[in-house]
């Protein structure tokens, strides 16, 4: 039997008469680190093929807009929280104190014009005081006892706190400077480019001094999960093979015993890509297969030529 093999590779060991072979390639998903939003790189913590930790710090951007934010979004925080608290115990000692003492002034402005007043009438039954200046007298004490409730009622409304629609205002005004807050917070956060997951930094493409930005990613990585078998199945072989199937592949210089589990099979059929075709395979129509490495303890790279071992015709 002849083994159809991409490239230059001949794995004449891994052939075998009675079980066909499909040839495919080390396929890598990367992921590319961006920011959320444009911004200058300002330091790199990285360096390309280094090997990096979830979390791990890879760059930190220009954050000074966003510090400049934050501190007035904090600035507003404590405005709303202070108006709150003022709104919610009333009016401020200072004017407490001058109406108490409104009030203990016009007690006793009451409190001399009914002596006035008992003094008056007193005089009035012994016929030494008129009738106009009893009636003088009562109005003094009528006035006083008036100017008094008025105080009484005044130092009442500022010892309460303010309308409920009010206080409901300013606990609406907090929350929402509390949650801009947070808001810059989180973009000052964003700022510094954490790794998502393990793997290795498969490149650069941008350096302190570049824009960075949603479709301008820092760097991209390759995770340790992040690297799966792409073959392709002939015709003769594809009603063999399943989703779940695991099979066994090769490469050059690679350890003996490697398999795969099949996690994709296409179900439309094309001719051979150019990427893998010999003279003897390009004009025939095979299916693409995918397949998730078993481990990821593996020294396995992407773009590497592999040979896959499929099912026998006879299981």
Known sequence: MLCSIAFIAAFLSFCEADQ?????????????????????????????????????????????????LSAQAQASVARARAELSDLSQGARDAEIAVAEAAV????????????????????????????????Q???????????LSESEARLQVLRLPARQDR?????????????????????????????????????????????????????SILPDTGIKLRFYVPESAYALLKVGDSVAFACDNCPDGLKATVSY?????????????SLDTRQKL???AEAL???????????????????????
């Open 293 to 315: 490495i078993a481990g990821s303890d593996t020294d396995l790279k992407p773009g590497q030529i592999i040979d896959v071992r499929l099912p026998e015709a006879s299981r």
């Open 265 to 277: 099979l296409a179900t439309s059929p094309e001719f051979t890509p150019p990427v893998i075709y």
């Open 104 to 135: 203990q002034s016009a007690l006793a402005d009451f409190e001399e014009a009914e002596r006035e007043l008992v003094r008056v009438q007193g005089l009035f039954v012994r016929n030494v005081s008129t009738q106009a200046q009893l009636d």
């Open 167 to 219: 206080i409901a205002a300013a606990e609406a005004a907090v929350a929402e400077a509390t949650g801009t807050l947070d808001l810059m917070e989180w973009r000052l956060s964003q700022r510094r480019l954490q790794a998502e997951v393990a793997g290795t930094v498969a490149d650069i493409y941008r350096f302190p001094g570049d824009l960075a930005g949603p479709q301008a990613p820092v760097l």
């Open 137 to 147: 007298a009562a109005s003094k004490r009528d006035i006083a006892q008036a100017r």
């Open 286 to 288: 095979v299916y693409l």
């Open 20 to 68: 066909p072979l499909a040839v495919g390639y080390i396929e890598g998903e990367y992921v590319l680190v961006a920011p959320i939003e444009t911004a200058r790189v300002e330091r790199l913590a990285i360096e390309r093929g280094q090997r990096v930790e979830a979390g791990m710090l890879l760059a930190e951007l220009d954050d000074r807009d966003l510090n400049i």
